[in-house]
T-cell receptor
Framework: RKEVEQDPGPFNVPEGATVAFNCTYS??????FFWYRQDCRKEPKLLMS???SGNEDGRFTAQLNRASQYISLLIRDSKLSDSATYLC???????????FGRGTSLIVHP | DAGVIQSPRHEVTEMGQEVTLRCKPI?????LFWYRQTMMRGLELLIY????????DSGMPEDRFSAKMPNASFSTLKIQPSEPRDSAVYFC?????????????FGPGTRLTVT
């Protein structure tokens, strides 16, 4: 089983839709979780950290489910500009090396 | 503030040639990472440094790859000799502190094509 797994998609949704992605991780000792966004032919950029209690930033909500070992990203009221690849990142307690998932592609259409 | 700076942005070279990629991390960041991204394998960590010292190079594919960080503001990734399978986008990233090492700032990448 890969350390960090994501559905590659693409998720194809209309503007205004709500879309959610999940990311599963295999190491139960994982401590830090993040979502990054990568636009086509650009570098990954931090979107948000994922806290145990969950967190929200505008239209974006991230949640952590330790029991089932997954994190999620919910995007409400999708915009065309949300079209990108969303990378899940997990860092285990014993390692300072963050592990990136392969990413989930989102396409928001008019 | 300038972000992570990488050069060159694009590199096209012939098989067998030496390639040197350069990175300037964000000032004050004490972690530096080199990644490679391909469609097939996604984003792979090659090596990372802490305070200019290489900590983990287990991701370096083979002896043809080497990385150095002679000072806090400069790092290089060298491929010698290059092969077509090395074609990828190479990203450098930096991070400020141990606890926040998942919060990395990436450079724009170097798109390498080896023919």
């Amino acid at each position: 089983r890969k350390e960090v797994e994501q559905d590659p998609g693409p998720f194809n949704v209309p503007e205004g839709a709500t879309v959610a992605f999940n990311c599963t991780y295999s190491n139960s000792a994982s401590q830090s979780f993040f979502w990054y966004r990568q636009d086509c032919r650009k570098e990954p950029k931090l979107l948000m950290s994922v806290y145990s209690s969950g967190n929200e930033d505008g239209r974006f909500t991230a949640q952590l489910n330790r029991a089932s070992q997954y994190i999620s990203l919910l995007i409400r009221d999708s915009k065309l500009s949300d079209s990108a690849t969303y990378l899940c990142v997990v860092r285990s307690g014993g390692s300072y090396i963050p592990t990136f998932g392969r990413g989930t592609s989102l396409i928001v259409h008019p | 503030d300038a972000g992570v700076i990488q050069s060159p942005r694009h590199e096209v070279t012939e098989m067998g040639q030496e390639v040197t990629l350069r990175c300037k991390p964000i000032s004050g960041h004490d972690y530096l990472f080199w990644y490679r991204q391909t469609m097939m394998r996604g984003l792979e960590l090659l090596i990372y440094f802490n305070n200019n010292v290489p900590i983990d190079d287990s991701g370096m594919p083979e002896d043809r790859f080497s990385a150095k960080m002679p000072n806090a503001s400069f790092s290089t990734l060298k491929i010698q000799p290059s092969e077509p399978r090395d074609s990828a986008v190479y990203f450098c990233a930096s991070s400020a502190e141990l606890a926040g090492v998942g919060e990395q700032y990436f450079g724009p990448g170097t798109r390498l094509t080896v023919t």
